[in-house]
Nanobody, 121 residues
């Protein structure tokens, strides 16, 4: 069973920085993409297996997603934090496969337990 363990959350004043980490129990290249979400719903940042990245408009220029394949870890560097960034951040890994029963492409999502980020004004 794939496990994702987040760390790095905490409380900072507005303008501060945090770095979130997502450590996977498997090689991160097993997954098509690994990303950070708020409330398991809103995409914050995503890194694809080819290294390309996607960001929510609200975090572009402030947040940076990166990976360390040797450590099977994905990071989210969060700078210039704002009170509206306050939330629980979840790491997600997506793995695609062929569903033989349905005879179509399918995917599995793995989630971490989340890490709380609080930004005070």
């Amino acid at each position: 069973q794939v496990q994702l363990v987040e760390s790095g959350g905490g409380s900072v004043p507005a303008g501060g920085s945090l770095r979130l980490s997502c450590a996977a129990s498997e090689s991160i290249f097993r997954f098509d993409a690994i990303g950070w979400y708020r409330q398991k719903r809103d995409l914050v940042a995503l890194i694809n297996s080819d290294g390309s990245t996607n960001y929510a408009n609200s975090v572009k220029g402030r947040f940076t997603i990166s990976r360390d394949s040797a450590k099977n870890t994905v990071y989210l560097q969060m700078n210039s934090l704002k009170p509206e960034d306050t939330d629980v951040y979840y790491c997600n890994a997506e793995e695609s496969f062929y569903n033989q029963a349905l005879e179509q492409d399918d995917h599995t999502d793995y989630w971490g337990a989340g890490t709380k980020v609080t930004v005070s004004s």
